[in-house]
Every structure is written in structure tokens, then in C-alpha cells.
């Protein structure tokens, strides 16, 4: 195909007259020739001045990179979010460990701290609050009172001997 820019030829190959026609044959094959090379320059013409065909060309170009770069985009994210969730997920994780293992420290220190209480408490008075706390399991509304009137008996002690 000849190139758009070139400039149109008319009359074949040159301008000069098929003037060394060696006979009607070889005629008619320099006309039809000359025919078939002025549809090609009509056709590309045409095809440059059909504006809205060209434009409509692009237009459909231009769509189908936009199409494929939405899709390269939202592969993209579709990826990064996955990336995202896993790392969420990998940090819950590091976070319960490390919840688990302050649960465990603070239980490990409860239960030294429960027993030391326990070992400086003389016998009489563990046996007293063993006591107390299994009446106050059957009624707790008595045990309840009864704290409730120690506490308040407390305050009222110390407000009388100055500290506040």
C-alpha cells in the first residue's frame, strides 16, 4: 500500500503518455493498472477524509487500553488487599500471644502473691475467713450487711483519730 502522504500520480507510473505500447494488449494492461492505482489513491483519500470513521477507530483504541488498564488496576488491588489482610491477621495473632503471655505472667503473679498472704496470715484467722466465706456463699445477704458495717465502723475509726 502506497503511503497517504505521498503525492497522487496520475496517469501510472509517470506523466509521460503510454507512449511505447507495444500493441492493444499491453494497452489495456497499462490502463487497468493505472485504474487499480487511482481506486487505491480515491480509497486512501476517502479513508483521510472520513473524520468520524478515524475518530471512532481511536475511540475504540482508546477504550480497550482504558478497559485493560481498569483491569491491571483492580488486579492490583484485589493483590494488595489480600497483602493487607494478611498482615492483619498475622499481627492478631502476634497480639494474642503476647496477651496470652501477660495473662499467664499476671495469674503466675496472683497465685505468689495469694500465697505469701497465705503463709503470713496465722491459722486462726485463715480458718475464720474459711468460715465466713462459705456463709456467706448460703447467705449472702448477711455476710453482705455484716462487710458493709466493718467497712463503715473502719471510716468512722479513722476520721476519729485524725486521718482522713
Avoid: F
Amino acid at each position: 500500500m502506497k503511503d497517504t502522504n505521498d503525492p497522487v500520480e496520475i496517469g501510472g507510473a509517470s506523466d509521460k503518455p503510454a507512449a511505447g505500447a507495444e500493441g492493444p494488449d499491453e494497452l489495456r494492461r497499462q490502463i487497468e493498472e493505472t485504474r487499480s492505482q487511482l481506486g487505491d489513491t480515491v480509497e486512501e483519500l476517502a479513508a483521510k477524509a472520513d473524520v468520524k470513521g478515524r475518530a471512532k477507530a481511536r475511540g475504540a483504541e482508546l477504550k480497550d487500553k482504558a478497559s485493560e488498564a481498569g483491569h491491571t488496576v483492580q488486579g492490583k488491588a484485589v493483590q494488595a488487599g489480600h497483602v493487607v489482610q494478611e498482615k492483619a491477621t498475622e499481627a492478631g495473632h502476634v497480639v494474642q500471644g503476647k496477651a496470652t503471655e501477660a495473662g499467664h505472667v499476671v495469674q503466675e503473679k496472683a497465685t505468689r502473691a495469694g500465697h505469701a498472704v497465705q503463709e503470713r496470715v496465722p491459722q486462726p484467722v485463715r480458718d475464720a475467713a474459711t468460715t465466713v466465706v462459705r456463709a456467706g456463699l448460703r447467705n449472702p445477704k448477711p455476710v453482705l450487711i455484716g462487710a458493709g458495717v466493718v467497712v463503715a465502723a473502719g471510716l468512722l475509726r479513722r476520721r476519729h483519730n485524725g486521718h482522713r
